[in-house]
């Protein structure tokens, strides 16, 4: 039962395929055929790339073949996603004193594209989508920050909380909310990356915090060409598997490892 997680895919639905295939996990007509395999999608599914809806469609009926096969195909929400969704339904929703979300969602890659074909059944998906998942000892979340604490104190609470945002649609505080996940680098060794990894695995569990949204070669400084895997760092704490596919680094499928019985 091999665990396998795809980092930010920002609409890039061919790279997304092609990598599946590569892993193993789909075959040449596009199914699942991982059998017993986990595949886990890290959010900030749409916006920037071509085809964001496509990737949602893609998801949603891989979880059900994968289901069937004995496998599970599961995804945590981004930022993106939730940006997107807010600026179908309540695009004045403030996120700044200055900026709506429609605003912000526009000028940070957002493609009307998506926009327009995303209706009700994909939303509905898309605010059922979990948080932040605990698979393993792996704690899989979108974005590297803290913030998740601030809906709530453990696992259960904080994806329970997002899940009623997402539902309520409020227009005076889901923008606001938003912005609490676009938040980063609360891992890293000058913002008291060790200190702040340990304390979010010690709230929600886990052994290690396993992230997109904070590209690799924005972070670490690896040129998009060059990244070949993730970046492991905090003492070991925390991996980040954002590429960074829309600079023009590959889409990858990264396996994790996976405890081993006593």
């Not at 699942?32 to 599914?45: E, I, N, P, T, V």
């Not at 599970?72 to 600026?87: A, K, P, Q, R």
């Not at 886990?206 to 040129?223: A, L, Y």
């Amino acid at each position: 039962m091999t665990l396998y997680v795809v980092g930010d895919v920002h609409g890039h639905l061919a790279p997304l395929t092609g990598a599946l295939r590569e892993a193993g996990l789909l075959d040449e007509a596009g199914a699942w055929c991982g059998g017993a395999a986990r595949l886990w999608f890290l959010g900030d599914l749409t916006d920037r790339g071509p085809d964001g809806i496509g990737v949602i469609d893609l998801i949603r009926r891989l979880q059900a073949e994968a289901a069937a096969a004995g496998g599970e195909v599961g995804c945590v929400i981004g930022n993106h996603d939730m940006l997107l969704y807010g600026s179908r339904f309540i695009p004045e929703s403030p996120v700044t004193e200055v900026r709506t979300i429609i605003q912000v969602w526009a000028l940070n890659g957002g493609q009307e594209h998506d926009l327009d074909r995303l209706d009700e059944e994909r939303a509905g998906w898309l605010a059922g989508l979990p948080a932040i998942a605990l698979v393993d000892d792996h704690l899989l979340l979108h974005a590297d920050t803290m913030a998740y604490l601030e809906f709530g104190g453990d696992l259960t609470e904080i994806n329970a909380t997002l899940r009623r945002i997402m539902q309520e649609r409020d227009a005076a505080t889901f923008g606001r909310n938003t912005r609490l996940l676009f938040r980063r680098f609360e891992f890293l060794e000058h913002n008291d990356g060790v200190a702040n990894a340990r304390t979010l695995l010690e709230r929600l569990g886990g052994r290690q915090i396993v992230h997109g949204h904070s590209t690799i070669p924005e972070t670490f400084g690896v040129p998009p060409a060059a990244v070949q895997g993730p970046i492991t760092y905090a003492e070991g704490l925390v991996m980040a598997v954002d590429t960074g596919i829309s600079l023009g680094a590959p889409c990858l499928v990264i396996p994790l490892a996976t405890p081993q019985p006593a």
